[in-house]
């Protein structure tokens, strides 16, 4: 599966700080080999060359946690 700029994505790479955590894909960069690599921006950070093995499409749910919850519902 390719990933798109925009699209959220959970990282899993144990070997960093955002293991398991869900980001925006900011970047593709494809490689001289004719891979894509992703540039993955966290909310306190973000990582680079991730290849797309490490990525995985963040679920709905994920992707609205990350953003504001302005929305609040009243009862």
Do not use: C, R, W
Not at 17 to 40: L, S
Request: aromatic share 6%; charged share 45%.
């Amino acid at each position: 599966m390719s990933f798109e700029k925009g699209d959220s994505v959970v990282l899993h790479d144990e070997h960093s700080d955002y293991d398991g955590e869900t980001g925006e894909i900011t970047q593709v960069v494809e490689t001289m080999f004719g891979d894509e690599n992703y540039i993955v921006s966290f909310e306190d950070g973000q990582e680079a060359g991730v290849p797309e093995e490490n990525l995985e499409a963040a679920d709905e749910e994920d992707a609205e946690d990350e953003g504001d919850d302005d929305e609040e519902t009243e009862e």
